[in-house]
Nanobody, 125 residues
Framework: QVQLVESGGGSVQAGGSLRLSCTAS????????MGWFRQAPGKEREGVAA????????VYADSVKGRFTISQDNYKTTLYLLMNSLKPEDTAMYYC??????????????????WGQGTQVTVSS
């Protein structure tokens, strides 16, 4: 079992920054991928960024490339998402997720087995 807890959401004006954190506990050694996903009201959940925990390679959705940065701590138990140059369209509930397989489509939510409860990000214009 893996437990995930997000924090760091909030409200910010367009152009501002936020950093989300996700703390993993339990059998974290089983995690090969961790990702950030978001879901806005009335929209499907979409992959934002993901990281391969054993090699630190990363992947980003086109909509956030150059603005968001995913990273992990040295112990691979805390995941971060630094969000710069935020736009109103970034407003959503943000979730972190953990995947246990070594070969996945890292921005596809069905690939992930464990999810946090979500943290709200609201960007005003």
């Amino acid at each position: 079992q893996v437990q995930l807890v997000e924090s760091g959401g909030g409200s910010v004006q367009a152009g501002g920054s936020l950093r989300l954190s996700c703390t993993a506990s339990g059998h974290t050694y089983r995690i090969y991928y961790m990702g950030w996903f978001r879901q806005a009201p009335g929209k499907e959940r979409e992959g934002v960024a993901a990281i391969y925990t054993y090699g630190a390679s990363t992947v980003y959705a086109d909509s956030v490339k150059g603005r968001f940065t995913i990273s992990q701590d040295n112990y691979k138990t805390t995941l971060y998402l630094l969000m710069n140059s935020l736009k109103p369209e970034d407003t959503a509930m943000y979730y972190c997720a953990a995947g246990l397989n070594t070969k996945i489509d890292p921005l596809r939510d069905a690939e992930y087995s464990y999810w946090g409860q979500g943290t709200q990000v609201t960007v005003s214009s």
